[in-house]
C-alpha cells in the first residue's frame, strides 16, 4: 500500500481562530471554556461552554452565503482553505478528480434547525427558511468545500456522533493508500451549542458545572464545544514529488464496536480499536510515545479508557504520555477527532505534549501519566488519537514521524 503524509493544517477553535494560533494556545495550556449567552442562562442548569472566540460569519462571507450555509459548514470552509494554502497544493481540473473530501460530523446544521424550531413554534412567522434542508444536511460541509475548490472526487460526510471525524480521516487514508485518489481534504466541524442543544445534553446529566477536568479525580463532566479540523493527506510519493513540508505520517486506523450499552463505554472493545490501529500501522506498542486521548472527564469514560490503555499497551503504558484536548477545546463532538488529530500532528511535528489543564488530583482508578497542565517538550516516534461515540463506536488511528 502507499504511504500518506499530511501536508497542510486548518483550524478553527475555542482557543484560536487558526491552527498555529491554536497550537500557540494549546501549547500554553489556555482553556476555552467560557460563559454561553446571557440570554440563555436564565434557562440553563449548566451555562458553561466551550465556544470559538470572536467569530462572526460577516468577516468571512457575504449575506447571500450566510443565508446558504449554516455555521458549522462555514468554520468547515475558512478551515479548509487554511489547510489547502498550507498545503500548497493547486487543485486543477485533472488533480481535482485525484482529490476526495471526507468529513465527519455528529449533528450538521444544528444551529439551522434550531433556529427553523424556534419559528415554527415560537411566535414568529409559521414557516422556515427555503433553504433550512440544504443548510442543515449533514453533507453541506464537504458539499461546499468541494464545489469551492474543484474537488471531483469523492466527497461526503460520515457521522457515527463523538467518533466521526476519526472515520472519516480513518477512511480517507485507506483511500489514499489504496489508490483512490492522491489527495484527501478530511476533518470534521461541529455546532451544537444553542440553546436546544444545551438543553438535549443536559437531560443526559453529564455536563459540569464548572469546568472541564479529564482523569481528574474531582472531574464533574463534560463542556461542550464547537469547532472544525481539517487536514490534508496526500500520498507520499506525489508530496515528494512537489516539494511539499511534510507534518507527519499517517500511520494507522483500528475500528470495533462494543454491541453493548447505548452511552456506557466498553474498555474491552475500545483497546481492540487501540490494537488494530497499532497493528494497521506497523506499529508495537513501545513505539508509541504519545496518546492524545478521549478524555471528555465524565467519570466513567477516562475510567474506561485507562483501563483501554492498559490493556492495548500493556507495561508499556506506564511509559505514555497522555493527555485530554478536550480539558482546553471542550467536547466538539464529531469535530472532536478533527481537533484533536490537528494537536497530534503538531505534537509530533514540534515534539511537543499539550497538557491535560484543570488538573487537581489523582485519582486511583486513573493511573497513567496525563501530563497535568504544563506541556512537556518531548521526542515523539509516534502517537494515538482515540474517539469513542455512543452507540459503542469506537475509532482510532496513529500517527509518526514525518519520512
Not at 500554553?28 to 458553561?48: F, P, Y
Not at 461526503?156 to 483511500?175: D, F, V
Not at 444553542?194 to 455536563?207: I, Q
Request: contains cysteine; glycine residues 10%.
Amino acid at each position: 500500500m502507499k504511504r500518506v503524509v499530511v501536508t497542510g493544517l486548518g483550524c478553527m477553535s475555542p482557543i484560536g481562530n487558526t491552527a498555529g494560533e491554536t497550537w500557540s494556545a494549546a501549547k500554553d495550556g489556555v482553556c476555552g471554556i467560557g460563559s454561553v449567552r446571557d440570554e440563555w442562562a436564565a434557562q440553563l442548569n449548566r451555562t458553561q461552554a466551550a465556544l470559538l472566540k470572536g467569530y462572526a460569519s460577516e468577516d468571512h462571507f457575504e449575506k447571500r452565503e450566510t443565508d446558504i450555509i449554516d455555521r458549522f459548514a462555514q468554520i468547515a470552509l475558512i478551515a479548509a482553505k487554511e489547510a489547502l494554502t498550507d498545503s500548497g497544493i493547486e487543485i486543477d481540473e485533472e488533480t481535482g478528480y485525484r482529490t476526495s473530501c471526507i468529513l465527519g460530523t455528529g449533528l450538521g446544521g444544528v444551529e439551522t434547525m434550531d433556529e427553523g424550531f424556534a419559528r415554527l413554534y415560537g411566535d414568529g412567522p409559521k414557516r422556515v427558511h427555503p433553504f433550512t434542508v440544504p443548510k442543515m444536511m449533514m453533507n453541506a460541509a464537504p458539499s461546499h468545500i468541494s464545489m469551492r475548490n474543484n474537488i471531483r472526487g469523492p466527497a461526503y460526510s460520515i457521522a457515527s456522533a463523538c467518533s466521526s471525524s476519526n472515520h472519516a480521516i480513518g477512511t480517507s487514508l485507506n483511500m489514499v493508500r489504496g489508490g483512490q485518489c492522491d489527495i484527501a481534504i478530511t476533518g470534521g466541524s461541529e455546532c451544537v451549542i444553542t440553546l436546544g442543544g444545551m438543553k438535549a445534553w443536559e437531560a443526559l446529566r453529564v455536563m459540569a458545572p464548572d469546568t472541564c477536568r479529564p482523569f481528574s479525580k474531582d472531574r464533574k463532566g463534560m463542556i461542550l464545544g464547537e469547532g472544525a479540523g481539517i487536514i490534508v493527506l496526500e500520498e507520499y510519493e506525489h508530496a515528494k514529488a512537489r516539494g511539499a513540508k511534510i507534518y507527519a505520517e499517517m500511520a494507522g486506523f483500528g475500528m470495533s464496536s462494543d454491541a453493548g450499552d447505548l452511552v456506557m463505554p466498553s474498555a474491552k472493545h475500545a483497546s481492540r480499536a487501540m490494537t488494530a490501529a497499532l497493528k494497521d500501522g506497523g506499529l508495537d506498542p513501545s513505539d508509541v510515545d504519545y496518546v492524545n486521548a478521549h478524555g471528555t472527564a465524565t467519570l466513567a469514560n477516562d475510567i474506561s479508557e485507562t483501563r483501554a490503555l492498559r490493556m492495548a499497551f500493556g507495561d508499556d503504558a506506564d511509559k505514555l504520555a497522555v493527555s485530554s484536548s478536550k480539558s482546553m477545546l471542550g467536547h466538539a463532538l464529531g469535530a472532536a477527532g478533527a481537533l484533536e488529530m490537528v494537536l497530534t500532528v503538531l505534537s509530533i511535528h514540534d515534539g511537543v505534549v499539550t497538557p491535560t489543564v484543570n488538573f487537581n488530583e489523582l485519582d486511583p482508578e486513573c493511573d497513567l501519566d496525563y501530563v497535568p497542565n504544563e506541556a512537556r517538550d518531548m521526542k515523539i516516534r509516534a502517537a494515538m488519537s482515540n474517539s469513542f461515540a455512543f452507540g459503542g463506536l469506537n475509532a482510532v488511528l496513529t500517527v509518526k514521524q514525518a519520512p
